[in-house]
């Protein structure tokens, strides 16, 4: 399941980066989502909304976990796979 959670994830973010004219060379778990690969803030929202839709979870709702925390790919990566494991 954690690699199907990881291609979901790495497939929202290409497409919101299509979708905002962003070019990603390569989308890896140590990549910052503002710093590194140019997310503005309501990109990220938009990755995490579109997750929510895909995956069927808000791993945020309970606020065990906050947006705040989320800053590189394997942040999302294991706040979702948390969510659906726990």
Do not use: R, W
């Not at 690969?37 to 309501?42: I, R």
Request: hydrophobic fraction near 45%.
């Amino acid at each position: 399941m954690s690699s199907n959670v990881k291609a979901v994830i790495e497939s929202v973010i290409k497409e919101v980066a299509e979708s905002h004219d962003i070019e990603l060379k390569a989308v890896k778990g140590n990549l910052e989502l503002v710093d590194d690969l140019g997310f503005t803030s309501l990109m990220v929202a938009a990755i995490i909304a579109n997750l929510e839709e895909e995956l069927d979870i808000d791993p945020f709702e309970d606020e065990d976990v906050m947006i705040t925390d989320i800053v590189t790919v394997d942040d999302l990566v294991k706040v979702y796979q948390q969510s659906l494991n726990g």
